[in-house]
């Protein structure tokens, strides 16, 4: 006779597991590369920064969209050597497409994009911040 191992926690998901282990891990991830990104403040604008390494700059388009930047191209490796004879192969080619909601305090009709030594650089103006208005009085 054989033992069972009864786990009452988790015999009702046994099914659940099976449909998650064929899905990938990250779903935006699955069809390209999405680049990793720097958004920081730099006073009187808000700064995009991402690394495209051997990413020609004619391969990248980017696009604002109701408050959206998209960022997407495609990379290209021309290598002489076969895919078989590959030790270890990290060095990704291929479509990437990686998008951001930006802050409502930017103006993006004066977007200003460049790319210099791999590192594509977007800036776009921020907002100039209401000033209060002070009304006089008038006292009779």
Excluded: C, H
């Excluded at 930047?69 to 004879?85: A, F, H, M, P, Q």
Aim: hydrophobic share 35%; glycine share 8%; proline share 7%.
């Amino acid at each position: 006779m054989s033992l069972i191992k009864w786990s009452p926690f988790f015999e009702p998901f046994e099914g659940m597991d099976k449909f998650f282990d064929g899905m990938p891990s990250n779903p935006s991830r699955s069809n390209g590369l999405m680049p990793a990104i720097d958004v920081y403040d730099s006073g009187k604008s808000l700064v995009v920064e991402t690394a495209l390494p051997g990413v020609n700059p004619k391969d990248v388009e980017l696009s604002i969209n109701d408050g959206v930047l998209t960022i997407s191209g495609k990379s290209e490796r021309k290598t002489e050597v076969d895919e078989k004879d590959y030790y270890r192969k990290e060095i990704r080619s291929g479509q990437f497409m990686r998008q951001l909601a930006l802050p409502s305090g930017v103006q993006t009709e004066n977007a200003k994009a460049s790319f210099k030594d791999g590192i594509l650089k977007i800036e776009l103006d921020k907002l100039e911040e209401p000033k209060p208005k002070t009304i006089k009085i008038d006292v009779k």
